[in-house]
């Protein structure tokens, strides 16, 4: 078990593009100890997602879901949301499949006590290898569409705060906890 530290806004690390993983290394025990730290990171910091730039590896890698909250069917970060079925992303690719966008106020691990309201595609196609060297494809929606995009930004350097379009709708989440759960009812 290894929590390393989560790296936060204003460190030029995750501003930054990451490199993919080569096919032969995805077995390899560099890749098997960073995802082994991403997910006990991750958990301890409660989070429903985490990319591996927010721990300082600049590397074409993110997981989302849990794997112990799985059991539970809880949602601890985004109490009105259903779980994330746990998968390891690893050189994700997505196409979005539908104009329709679906808003939803987002957090960040490193944005740590703020939310914002983004608009993002609510049907994506999901290209990724995870640690076996066989490639998957997934029709994903809804939320857990979200949170894959979420995630893969952070491996082009892109944060959500990018993506906001009204300033208003930024800000501390104790603050903002009755719009934002108007919001989601
Ligand atoms: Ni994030």
Redesign the pocket.
């Known amino acids: 078990m290894a929590i390393r530290n989560i790296i936060k806004l204003g460190d030029p690390r995750l501003r930054q593009k990451s490199e993919e993983v080569a096919i032969t290394e995805l077995q390899s025990k560099e890749i098997k100890n960073l995802i082994r730290d991403m997910n006990d990171s991750m958990n301890a910091a409660g989070g429903v997602?985490?990319?591996a730039p927010?721990i300082g590896v600049l590397k074409r890698v993110a997981i989302i879901g849990s794997k112990e909250l799985q059991e539970t069917g809880e949602n601890q970060r985004y109490l009105n949301q259903p779980a994330v079925k746990y998968r390891v992303l690893i050189n994700p690719i997505i196409e979005p499949l539908t104009d329709k966008t679906q808003g939803f106020f987002e957090?960040?691990?490193?944005?740590p006590g703020m939310r914002g309201f983004v608009e993002r595609p609510n049907r994506i196609k999901l290209t990724y290898y995870d640690t076996n060297e066989d490639q998957k494809q997934e029709i994903i929606d809804g939320f857990e569409a979200i949170v894959v995009q979420?995630?893969c930004d952070?491996l082009d350097g892109v944060?959500?705060v990018d993506r906001l379009k009204d300033w208003r709708l930024f800000g501390y989440d104790q603050e903002m906890s009755a719009l934002i759960a108007s919001s989601e009812t």
């Open positions: 997602g985490l990319a927010q957090g960040c691990l490193s944005i979420h995630e952070h944060l959500y």
